[in-house]
């Protein structure tokens, strides 16, 4: 496809459990992201990656939330021993230039809804 | 803190009336202003992009304005139509900051 696609939509877990979120950016994107957005409220950054490397995950709310793009194209977001908190809607994006080339617009998937009980 | 503030409350107008949202932000100075518009159960969609040094941008129904002086960016949807609802979200895309969004909701 010619978008940003991301599986499950839907992924409820219980707490405690593991969960992986895949991303797959537009073919030849450079910059990838992932947010979270919580309900009524906008995207919240957690972290970025320029081809493989992830240069920034200032975001990321503590050490159960990892990200990996080892290819430099498909990206995954973990989130071990998941707590009630973690349910959101989490979002990834892709730009086709680095991050700091500000004038390109990012692309958004429609997002994975994390729900746990 | 850098922030975005968008109003929170729901905007409610009547269809061909020109809708106008509010970007304040604080604590920094911006270069880009990034505008989105998001429905719900789906991902945000980039609609314009503004520079400081950009008074206006103009896409067809669509006006953007950044004013330095006040800190603040204007979002004009002109002869608006139902099919304008939705979230429409303000962006710095070098910090990465998004708004909450404010909802628009254009009654036929």
């Known amino acids: 496809g010619a978008g940003v696609s991301q599986s499950p939509r839907y992924k409820v877990a219980k707490r405690g459990q593991d969960v992986a979120l895949r991303c797959d950016p537009i073919?030849?994107?450079?910059?990838l992201f992932w947010y979270q957005q919580a309900l009524g409220q906008g995207p919240e950054f957690l972290t970025y990656?320029?081809?493989?490397?992830?240069?920034?995950k200032s975001g990321l709310p503590s050490d159960r939330f990892f990200a990996e793009r080892p290819e430099g194209s498909v990206s995954t977001l973990k989130i071990q021993r998941t707590q009630q908190e973690d349910s959101a809607v989490y979002l990834c994006?892709?730009?086709?230039?680095?991050?700091?080339?500000?004038?390109?617009?990012?692309?958004f998937g429609d997002g994975t809804r994390l729900s746990i009980l | 803190s850098q922030k975005i503030e968008q109003n929170s409350e729901a905007l409610n107008i009547q269809e061909g009336k020109t809708a106008t949202l509010t970007c304040n932000y604080t604590?920094?100075?911006?270069?880009?202003l990034q505008w989105y518009r998001q429905d719900p159960g789906r991902g945000p969609v980039f609609l314009l992009l503004?520079?400081?040094?950009?008074k206006e941008k103009r896409k067809e129904r669509l006006k953007v304005t950044f004013d330095t002086t006040l800190k603040q960016s204007l979002f004009h949807i002109t002869a608006s139509q139902p099919a304008d609802s939705a979230t429409y979200l303000c962006?710095?895309?070098?910090?990465?900051?998004f708004g909450a969004g404010t909802r628009l909701f254009v009654k036929a």
């Open positions: 994006a892709s730009s086709l230039e680095q991050r700091s080339r500000v004038s390109q617009p990012q692309h």
């Open positions: 073919s030849g994107h450079v910059s």
């Open positions: 990656f320029q081809n493989e490397a992830q240069l920034d």
């Open positions: 604590n920094y100075s911006p270069a880009y």
């Open positions: 503004i520079r400081e040094n950009e």
């Open positions: 962006a710095s895309p070098f910090k990465t900051i």
